[in-house]
């Protein structure tokens, strides 16, 4: 298990006890804390009275980040910078709304040609033993799984070896967006590949090792994983505006997908979204009827066996932005 290791470990260490005491997981702000932990100590901060200075620097928009997940950011530096001071170690506080909220993003659905191409480059992926270590070894099955499952980008990848049970052919998601935890099953022949991941990079992990790493002991970063990511855009010919297409349209793709299966199928709808609604982690049936609108307005001939089956419960709804990781 990953430790606190700045000038602030034991001041986060209680933060994270005081809110898990209070019932809540705690698990996802817990990796954000440990990206500011290291930041700390990468800036060299040796006061635990954290400055403006330092925390203007972490509120700093990454190159690769949306909004939302920039305000996601700076909403956990706030969590930890307000708890200082409730203790007595004054410090800067990032005011609330000084970052404006992302605009709607209109989803990204990857077409059968788009996916064949990008998956064609991801095959091409080459390891580099100093940085990348198990690039060509993992980046085809993590994309697969990702595509095929519906995940968000941050519980495929932040997934343990002991939450991958390839042997069943399934996978858990535990403390996810709504603390829930979740099994996601995942196709054999990808299960095989997860088994040949274990057997090549994981023969002396421990259980709580990232079963994706980028090496020992360190998970792949938001970054690291987008910078692969539009290199393999750019590879099948795919073109990005500079808003899209987003690693996180693979969930829209395969919700879209699925529904117009189903619809096409002839299957209880009403019955299949409340499936859909558990396996991607939506607390409401509100979250997931965006997808019924989405693949409606992208599918105008299924509109008549929507409007039979679903009748007056299609309704507008809006993306998640804070999704994409």
């Given at each position: 298990m990953s430790e606190f290791k700045s000038i602030i470990k034991d001041e986060l260490n209680d933060l994270i006890a005081l809110k898990r005491a209070k019932g809540l997981k705690y698990e996802v702000e817990f990796n954000v804390f440990l990206r500011i932990d290291k930041f700390l100590i990468e800036n060299n901060c040796s006061n635990k009275a954290l400055t403006k200075e330092i925390c203007d620097k972490w509120c700093a928009k990454r190159t690769w980040e949306t909004i939302n997940n920039r305000n996601h950011r700076v909403s956990s530096l706030r969590i930890i910078t307000t708890y200082l001071n409730e203790i007595g170690i004054k410090s800067y506080v990032p005011p609330k709304g000084i970052y404006k909220?992302?605009?709607?993003?209109?989803?990204?659905?990857?077409?059968?040609?788009?996916?064949?191409?990008?998956?064609?480059?991801?095959?091409l992926s080459k390891s580099v033993p100093s940085e990348c270590p198990y690039r060509s070894l993992i980046m085809p099955v993590f994309f697969r799984i990702l595509y095929t499952s519906g995940m968000r980008v941050s519980e495929l990848r932040l997934l343990r070896v002991k939450d991958m049970h390839e042997d069943e052919c399934y996978l858990v998601v535990k403390n996810s967006k709504n603390n829930k935890d979740r099994?996601?099953?995942?196709?054999?022949?990808?299960?095989?590949?997860?088994?040949?991941?274990?057997k090549a990079i994981h023969n002396d992990s421990n259980e709580d090792e990232y079963f994706f790493m980028l090496y020992p002991g360190r998970e792949m970063t938001n970054g690291n994983l987008y910078k692969n990511f539009r290199r393999y855009l750019n590879i099948a010919g795919i073109s990005h505006t500079g808003k899209g297409p987003r690693i996180h349209d693979f969930r829209h793709t395969y919700c879209v997908n699925i529904i117009k299966k189903w619809i096409l199928?002839?299957?209880?709808?009403?019955?299949?979204?409340?499936?859909?609604?558990?396996?991607?982690?939506?607390?409401?049936y509100k979250e997931t009827a965006y997808y019924i609108k989405l693949t409606e307005s992208l599918f105008p001939t299924l509109v008549s066996k929507l409007k039979n089956k679903l009748g007056d419960i299609i309704i507008e709804q809006e993306v998640e932005n804070d999704e994409y990781y």
């Open positions: 909220k992302g605009n709607r993003y209109e989803a990204h659905i990857y077409t059968d040609d788009e996916i064949q191409r990008f998956f064609k480059a991801v095959d099994l996601i099953p995942i196709h054999s022949n990808l299960a095989k590949k997860c088994s040949e991941i274990r199928d002839e299957k209880p709808l009403l019955n299949k979204m409340e499936y859909l609604r558990v396996m991607l982690g939506h607390e409401t």
